[in-house]
């Protein structure tokens, strides 16, 4: 693996040019993806500046141009129509030098659509001489022509009360109290996770800190929270952030986690007050820093598909990460329910024949929608494998327990094994028997929504030549495939 020094991690794009051959070399990768938002070159990590502006979907995503390290970071734009087909709008947000508020990156942040503006805010990852680092929360505004231009001034510098780790800047305007509200990930001296709230009467200025938030029993979960929102859907808040380096049941040695709580906030009082337990985003093994959309009255849900500290088989290739594809969300019941964007439906082209209750040897193209339906309840439950081989040997199994109602994938069968520190396999118990899968499967990723949006298992798998064929193993199951544009 490539070592990096600081210069080369950190050094200045000064002309698209200059990644031309990298950006060449990754599309020739076999793990290049068919459908998903990915890396131009370099790395891809958080979803930014999620919105809907102008007729269409901005979603900018964290890049680091020179290879697939966590080095000086920018704002690459993407815009859509229907979520689906992305157009390359080039670099969004760029770190300037010298002693600029962003001088060692751009790092995360959030939209928000106010008049014919969209507003950007996103930390600068500042530092000084001695190369301590002073995050600053800075705005940009993008015109309806796609130009972006930065404010003068930061809107706030570091809160002295807290470490250097105060970032991601979620905004949200609360219609009754006519406020804004910005909330940062942060962490105490104690290094402690906390969300930490500011607020003004006007989007773009007059920002003061007005405290810290309240989440009575999580007081203590993990030494950081990146990437905080507070969505309010169906009636319900939702407290979505990423608490880092904390074990959590059932999650191999992983340390970094997407995690969301249902409950009520109070933005006078800055309370959260939970009303049900802690629960994972996604249960598959690759999946961090989710982003909803702003500007639109659906709730739409993005997320890197990869996370921090660890490494991908295509960093040999100098380019890493994707992002999920985009998910539709509603509360049932205290939790989160999650649905593939009906606009995914146009990218079917054509169904292809799998035989009738019968899979053993069915050849799985590179992008592919399975809707596996399955009665598991009557018998011994359902197991299937995705990318086996042609000899039946090998792949991602996915297996139901009907005795118990587990669902459980594990990758370890598959020929290229890598982050085994996370584990190997993922299993979760469901609420109610298994029904149906529906899984999209790219070059280098699948995503397998279970029961109509009960949970979702996402994760990058790298098949190789001979890793192609859907088996199923136990059970049966009527399944539809479809080739995928
Ligand atoms: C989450 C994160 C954010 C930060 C960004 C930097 O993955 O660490 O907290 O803003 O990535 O790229």
């Not at 359902?382 to 459980?408: N, P, T």
């Not at 798998?461 to 193993?473: G, N």
């Amino acid at each position: 693996m490539k070592e990096w020094t600081r210069e080369e991690k950190y050094r200045y794009l000064k002309d698209l040019s200059e990644i031309k051959e990298l950006h060449d070399r990754a599309e020739k990768s076999v793990y290049r993806q068919n459908y998903h938002i990915q890396a131009v070159s370099g790395l891809l990590n958080d979803p930014n500046g999620f919105t809907f502006f102008d007729g269409n979907w901005h979603l900018f995503y964290q890049w680091c141009p020179w290879g697939a390290v966590h080095g000086l970071k920018y704002w690459y734009h993407v815009k859509s129509r229907d979520l689906i087909n992305w157009e390359d709008c080039g670099i969004g947000i760029s770190p300037d030098e010298g002693d600029a508020p962003d001088n060692k990156g751009a790092y995360s942040g959030s939209g928000f659509v106010l008049d014919d503006i969209l507003y950007l805010y996103y930390t600068g990852n500042h530092r000084d001489a001695d190369y301590v680092r002073h995050p600053f929360t800075l705005l940009a505004s993008m015109d309806r022509e796609g130009k972006i231009t930065k404010a003068e001034k930061p809107l706030f510098s570091e809160n002295p009360v807290y470490t250097e780790h105060q970032r991601d800047p979620k905004i949200v305007y609360i219609k009754e109290k006519e406020k804004y509200y910005i909330i940062l990930g942060a962490q105490t001296p104690e290094k402690k996770g906390r969300v930490i709230v500011y607020k003004s009467d006007n989007a773009v200025s007059g920002y003061e800190f007005a405290g810290e938030l309240s989440v009575p029993g999580y007081e203590d979960l993990g030494i950081m929270w990146e990437c905080p929102s507070i969505e309010h859907i169906d009636g319900k808040d939702v407290l979505i952030f990423c608490p880092q380096h904390l074990s959590l049941p059932g999650r191999g040695g992983s340390q970094n986690h997407n995690t969301y709580l249902v409950g009520k906030m109070d933005w006078d009082k800055l309370v959260f007050l939970p009303e049900g337990k802690l629960e994972f985003l996604d249960f598959g093994f690759d999946f961090y820093a989710a982003a909803c959309a702003a500007g639109t009255g659906r709730h739409i849900l993005s997320a890197w598909m990869g996370l921090p500290d660890v490494t991908y088989p295509t960093d040999e290739e100098e380019w890493s990460g994707c992002l999920t594809l985009p998910r539709e969300l509603s509360v049932k019941n205290g939790r989160l329910i999650q649905k593939p964007v009906k606009e995914l439906e146009s990218l079917r082209k054509e169904e292809i024949e799998a035989g009738a209750g019968d899979y053993e040897n069915v050849k799985l193209p590179k992008a592919a929608e399975l809707l596996i339906k399955t009665d598991a309840e009557e018998g011994s439950g359902f197991s299937m494998r995705l990318f086996a081989g042609k000899d039946g040997q090998g792949g991602l199994s996915v297996s139901y327990d009907a005795s118990e109602k587990k669902l459980e994938i594990d990758r370890s069968g598959m020929d290229i094994v890598f982050n085994e520190s996370e584990g190997t396999s993922r299993k979760l118990q469901l609420s109610a028997a298994l029904s149906e899968l529906r899984v999209f499967i790219d070059s280098s990723s699948v995503e397998i929504f279970v029961n109509d949006g009960e949970a979702v298992f996402t994760s990058r798998v790298f098949s190789t030549e001979h890793e192609k064929y859907l088996r199923t193993d136990r059970g049966k199951a009527e399944i539809k495939i479809w080739s995928l544009k």
